[in-house]
Antibody, heavy 115, light 104 residues
């Protein structure tokens, strides 16, 4: 059974960089796409972007200038970096496997942007 | 950017009802559409992919249809476990704003 687990700081200062890692267990990171999604408190889902097993990426145009998604095959991990954060970036961040759709999800991790 | 618009935003229904949620894309996305169910405090769960394919393990009372710019999710007979928020998503892209299904 594929499992995903997000990890990283739960508190980030304004203007800083949010960094999260998603560790995949129970399956290889190869041959799939992998995505990041976020959900501000009380609001809907926002697609952040995805990376393929070969490293090609596609990002939400509204976040594109601040987002980087990368993959580390040797560790079966992929990562998210979001720069120049503000309070509007406070959200639960999810990682997910993108097969035919987002079929396996992590439990989500709350990241708060505050000084 | 492709925008995804769901309607209604909130839907009140009773156990046993048949309900339909609509999702419209701002331009054609063929059948590249998925539907998810989310309950409070939980990650979303995939229900339907490729507009009409039922994810393994999802009850057959859930069905999806549509292509191009208009799509629907139908629950044929609502069960107590179905009261949740539902989202459509363009494959590897934008989500709709969500539809909250409430008990009438």
């Amino acid at each position: 059974q594929v499992q995903l687990q997000e990890s990283g700081p739960g508190l980030v200062k304004p203007s800083g960089t949010l960094s999260l890692t998603c560790t995949v267990s129970g399956g290889s990171i190869s041959n799939y796409y992998w995505g990041w999604i976020r959900q501000p408190p009380g609001k809907g889902l926002e697609w952040i972007g995805f990376i393929s097993y070969s490293g090609s990426t596609n990002y939400n145009p509204s976040l594109k200038s601040r987002v980087t998604i990368s993959v580390t095959k040797s560790k079966n991990q992929f990562s998210l970096k979001l720069s120049s954060v503000t309070a509007a970036d406070t959200a639960v961040y999810y990682c997910a496997r993108d097969g035919a759709a987002l079929d396996y999800w992590g439990q989500g991790t709350l990241v708060t942007v505050s000084s | 950017d492709i925008q995804m618009t769901q309607s209604p935003s909130t839907l009140s229904a009773s156990v046993g009802d048949r309900v339909t949620i609509t999702c419209r894309a701002s331009q054609s996305i063929s059948t590249w559409l998925a539907w998810y169910q989310q309950k409070p405090g939980k990650a979303p769960k995939l229900l339907i992919y490729d507009a009409s394919s039922l994810e393994s393990g999802v009850p057959s009372r859930f069905s999806g249809s549509g292509s191009g710019t208009e799509f629907t999710l139908t629950i044929s007979s609502l069960q107590p476990d179905d009261f949740a928020t539902y989202y459509c998503q363009q494959s590897r892209g934008t989500f709709g704003q969500g539809t909250k299904l409430e008990i009438k």
